[in-house]
């Protein structure tokens, strides 16, 4: 059996696969407070997650893979208790540091943006008190060092926006020389295994004591994973509460300016970018059940005349950069299904615009999109989405971070079935 973790923007879920690769056990678990989540949180929601599993696949598990949100950082001691707070995904606090990097680091360099885990990981070093600090951990690394206690390793995807260098696969020379940077983590390829479960956790939740830990990576990448997906051109778009696009490239493609960077993924690329806006939006005026009434009320072939930008809050990171940009999303009609269909229609423009400024950028033109999270259900979105992309849009077979991880997890040291490597 094998165990893969989500660590979202909104809660945690587990998922568990058998060597057939069929799901024998889901669960999720919500933050209380999304926006203000704390390692406690997380540590609540790991416990919880492994506490759910039946007793009899918790004692067969071979393998674990822990996928989080890319750029959430903290510093911890060397028993892996935090020694700052974390940083999460979204925290853009570091324009101080942004604009040190942007000295130091090349051009447009991903690691020079504020919400980078490098621009974060300054913030710490120059706000917190490092006296105890051991490691800088990404939210992956902290709860999968839980299950083994040793921290200090992280995977290359989680490290991209932390400066690392996925070409030479090592730290440059320029973050060597910052301030504190022993404590940034030892980087292995996704997969790889880090080590075995600690004695106690095995004890603890009755855990095969056999059973192995494997660096993970970030969760758009995990949801990526899951779609199954590995030509050129093929892409994925996570409609979750923010909106991240993933698409294979023969070509590595980089532009801070615009939100653009490339993770190594086997022996192609995987370009992409996240926008801040995403379903989330949708749940702040409506819930579930009115989304799925208010949408059967609307011609996806129809244009709506309402633009928005619909963001959470203040800030942009892709297709453009612009952490003062405002939300837009006025003018509200009266009618709620128009105003839904505002909504959902610039929330595809924002896709489109998306793999267009990919394509700008040199990387491999879009030819299909699998979608994955919770709007990639809505099939109107989904008509809407095809007109305005006009490529071949579907719903990944599966759509879960947590069986992307749990994919990796099974083909740790092995060359899974597809025409490209998953995660060397």
């Excluded at 059996?1 to 678990?29: K, N, P, W």
């Excluded at 709506?304 to 612009?322: I, K, Q």
């Excluded at 423009?349 to 400024?357: L, P, T, V």
Aim: hydrophobic share 40%; net charge negative; glycine share 8%.
């Amino acid at each position: 059996m094998y165990l893969g973790i989500d660590f979202g923007t909104t809660g945690a879920r587990a998922c568990v696969i058998d060597t057939s690769e069929t799901v024998q056990h889901e669960e999720r678990f919500a933050y209380p407070h999304p926006e203000s989540q704390t390692p406690d949180d997380w540590k609540l929601a790991l416990h919880r997650l492994l506490s759910g599993i039946p007793a009899n696949i918790r004692s067969n598990l071979l393998r674990i893979a822990i996928d989080a949100t890319s750029g959430t950082v903290l510093l911890c001691d060397a028993n892996l208790k935090p020694v700052s707070p974390a940083l999460l995904y979204n925290d853009t606090r570091a324009q101080h540091e942004a604009r040190q990097l942007k000295e130091l680091a090349p051009e447009a360099h991903i690691g020079s943006q504020a919400n980078s885990g490098l621009a974060k990981f300054l913030w710490l070093v120059n706000h917190c008190d490092t006296a105890d600090a051991a490691f800088m951990m990404h939210q992956a690394d902290w709860l999968s060092a839980l299950l083994t206690g040793h921290g200090g390793v992280t995977d290359y995807h989680n490290a991209l926006k932390t400066g690392f260098d996925v070409e030479r696969l090592c730290w440059p020379d320029w973050i060597r020389q910052l301030p504190k940077s022993h404590l940034l983590p030892h980087v292995v390829a996704p997969g790889h295994q880090t080590g075995e479960l600690s004695p106690a956790i095995a004890s603890a939740f009755g855990l095969n004591p056999d059973c192995t830990l494997h660096a993970g990576t970030t969760d758009s990448i995990a949801a990526f994973i899951a779609a199954r997906v590995n030509m050129p051109g093929d892409a994925v778009t996570s409609l979750g509460t923010t909106l991240a696009l993933k698409l294979l490239s023969k070509v590595k493609v980089d532009d801070a300016r615009f939100g653009i960077y490339s993770h190594r993924y086997g022996d192609l690329w995987l370009a992409g970018g996240a926008s801040n806006a995403g379903a989330g939006i949708l749940k702040r005026f409506f819930t579930d059940e009115q989304i799925i009434s208010l949408s059967q009320q609307i011609d996806p072939e129809t244009d709506s005349e309402l633009d928005y930008y619909p963001l959470p809050c203040a800030g942009e990171r892709f297709p453009v950069y612009n952490p003062s940009l405002q939300p837009r999303l006025a003018p509200r009609p009266k009618n709620d299904a128009a105003f839904l269909h505002g909504l959902l229609q610039s929330l595809s423009k924002i896709e489109a615009d998306g793999y267009k400024k990919l394509a700008e950028a040199g990387a491999t033109h879009v030819s299909r999109v699998s979608s994955s999270g919770g709007g990639a259900k809505n099939p109107v979105w989904q008509q809407i989405r095809h007109r305005i992309l006009n490529v071949p849009v579907t719903m990944a077979v599966h759509s879960e971070a947590s069986f992307g991880s749990a994919l990796l997890a099974k083909y740790a040291g092995i060359t899974p079935p597809l025409t490209h490597s998953l995660f060397i």
